[in-house]
């Protein structure tokens, strides 16, 4: 304190501003590196959020210009008679991709696992549905949904009547969790798989010296080291599952009878095809604000996860 005090003001000066010049060459370049990416984030993902915001209190008029509207495109948007299908159809398409896919990976990348051989190309085997087109994909299931294709056909082996997979409101949302779960699992069953590679090998080899078996190995090892996985992977799946469009449209078009009309084709529909941009926008926005509470409070509980 004494030396510090005895330093004139200029002495002080001097020294503050030497601190100031190395952090700024510590962390220039890292900062200088970053830039870019800053730079398309925010042109591409935030710039078009803001503009969503902006344009939900807006008439949207491409023509003869654009003019401020309030609060009447969230009005009529929650006084749509098809914004309670849509959500209620959205909830339980969530729903059923939980139910039906989420557990899917996970048991896929534990059995890769535990494979003393062919790990590789089990890896590319289940990866491969993620790279064949999207419209061979949806060609494929709709072949195979047909009344007189294959699934019928093996149903009629065993004296099961014909399902009308996509054209019946009961069966069309598992058709089509059915179709996505096959598509998109080998992507999600490879991010398992890394996690369990980073399991240390050791306690693996101990458990065998022990005599533990598979299923004790899974239990006790595997399990609890790709435990903080499971909530972020959940989080992911309900996002993903809560913005699912593309195979409705693909496979049903939203019937029959609205059966598979989601949140997200629903807004696709009054932006495209009615061009009532601003409520598409209000839609957008109020999807949002959605997710983002919900990812908020997944993430809070994952904070309080020892394994966080």
Do not use: C
């Not at 900062?31 to 803001?50: E, K, N, R, Y």
């Not at 991709?97 to 062919?118: H, Q």
């Not at 289940?126 to 061979?136: D, G, H, Q, S």
């Not at 007189?148 to 009547?161: A, E």
């Amino acid at each position: 304190m004494a030396g510090l005090a005895s330093q004139s003001p200029v002495a002080r000066k001097g020294e503050a501003g030497g601190r100031l010049s190395k952090s700024f060459r510590d962390y220039f370049w890292g900062v200088a590196f970053l830039v870019p990416a800053i730079a398309v984030f925010g042109l591409f993902l935030w710039t078009p959020i803001v503009k969503g915001v902006v344009y939900s209190f807006y008439s949207i008029d491409f023509v003869n210009g654009n003019h401020f509207i309030g609060w009447t495109n969230y009005v009529e948007a929650l006084a749509s008679s098809d914004l309670g299908i849509a959500v209620r159809n959205t909830l339980f398409y969530m729903f059923l991709g939980v139910l039906m896919g989420f557990w899917v990976p996970s048991v896929v990348a534990i059995a890769i696992s535990e494979l003393r051989r062919f790990q590789s190309g089990m890896r590319l085997i289940v990866y491969l549905p993620n790279i064949v087109p999207a419209v061979a994909l949806y060609a494929m299931w709709m072949w195979l949904y047909d009344p007189l294709g294959p699934l019928n056909q093996l149903l009629s082996w065993f004296g099961i009547d014909r399902v009308d997979w996509l054209t019946n409101k009961h069966w069309a949302t598992f058709s089509i969790v059915l179709a996505e779960t096959w598509q998109g699992f080998g992507a999600t069953a490879l991010i398992y798989l890394a996690g369990i590679v980073g399991i240390p090998k050791d306690l693996y080899e101990a458990a065998e010296i022990d005599g533990a078996g598979v299923f004790r190995r899974i239990r006790h090892i595997t399990l609890p080291g790709i435990r903080h996985l499971y909530l972020l992977l959940f989080i992911m799946q309900l996002i993903a599952t809560s913005q699912g469009f593309q195979t409705q449209v693909a496979l049903t078009g939203g019937g029959p009878n609205n059966a598979t009309l989601t949140y997200m084709y629903q807004i696709i529909n009054q932006a495209f095809t009615y061009m009532n941009y601003g409520r598409a926008s209000a839609m957008g926005v109020m999807m949002f604000v959605v997710l983002t509470v919900l990812s908020a409070v997944l993430y809070r509980l994952q904070g309080r996860s020892p394994q966080a």
